[in-house]
């Protein structure tokens, strides 16, 4: 996920929650193009445009009990509860908690649209042309006969799941015609839970690769870890000790013991895919990030 703040002066901070790039690499296999196309799907759905609200007005108390009725209808894997609501500017600023943190949302006076991110242009112009200048120079992806499929999540971020929920469908279906696998982005926004989840499915496309599809399906409808590692089949002592080699090598624990690391000084680092995150600009945000190749005619 992603922190955006106000520029100074603002009453209110915005953090985006969600943490999702995805990149596919360069194939020649036409067949491959129904997975492209059914994650640009999820991607129309992230990044799609939003008219002008219309229609009566609603009170602040209607508009935050909507909104969070929505959000645990349709996107939360964990239950979400409303803090409180605020009016900022020509819209409503719904303040919800989920597993113990605070987050804000915005939603238009008439309760029908809801914003799960707001960007400071100016922040986030400052913010690219920094990472322009620090960025390391491109590399050629180099051309393979399987489509590779990597999401970047985070794996108790709302926005996370409803991505993997999107995908998945898709790589069971093409099986082993794709090199399909889910890593993690670079820091964690919900706290030790969500650092002991992404170390675990980490180790299980590590140790059991073939039955990490059926572990994320049952993980994505209950959140039961300890549950679907026995659902799945999956030898819970094996990713045991891959945890904790795991969790020796990347310093997991030890940078979320150690609050002065700390991205901003408020989330925890997640190095295991850090390179990666670096290779391909990995920044949280609520879209997904397509690199799509060209497929030739089949005909």
């Known amino acids: 996920m992603e922190k955006q703040e106000h520029k100074e002066g603002h009453k209110h901070k915005v953090h985006k929650m969600k943490g999702v790039s995805l990149k596919i690499k360069k194939t020649t296999v036409w067949q491959a193009a129904s997975a492209v196309l ?16 219309t229609g009566a007005l609603v009170s602040a108390g209607e508009a935050g009990e909507k909104t969070v009725e929505f959000i645990n209808d349709f996107m939360a894997n964990s239950d979400v509860e409303l803090k409180e609501v605020e009016e900022e500017s020509s819209m409503y600023v719904v303040n919800f908690e989920v597993e113990g943190q605070t987050y804000p949302s915005y939603v238009s006076k008439d309760g029908k649209l809801l914003f799960l991110q707001v ?71 919900h706290g030790k839970t969500e650092i ?44 045991g000790s891959c945890v904790e080699a795991a969790d020796s090598e990347f310093s997991v624990t030890k940078n979320f013991e150690d609050q002065s690391t700390w991205l901003n000084g408020r989330f925890p680092l997640f190095d295991v895919h850090k390179e990666l995150n670096t290779k391909y600009g990995v920044i949280t945000c609520s879209r997904a990030i397509l690199t799509a190749p060209v497929f030739p005619t089949p005909f």
């Open 196 to 239: 002991d989840e992404q170390l675990n499915q980490y180790c299980i496309q590590e140790e059991e690769p073939g039955k990490y599809l059926d572990y994320l399906a049952c993980f994505l409808k209950e959140g039961d870890g300890e549950g679907c590692l026995s659902e799945a089949g999956i030898d819970a002592a094996k990713v």
């Open 38 to 53: 059914a994650i640009l799907l999820v991607a129309s759905f992230l990044t799609g445009r939003c008219e002008s609200p």
């Open 119 to 189: 960007i400071d242009m100016d922040k986030a112009r400052e913010e690219a042309e920094s990472q322009e200048s620090n960025a390391a120079p491109a590399t050629e992806v180099p051309k393979s006969e399987k489509p590779e499929v990597e999401v970047f999540v985070m794996s108790h971020c709302p926005y996370g799941t409803q991505i993997e929920k999107g995908i998945l469908p898709v790589a069971e279906l093409l099986g082993d015609k794709i090199d399909f696998s889910v890593k993690f982005v670079y820091y964690a926004m």
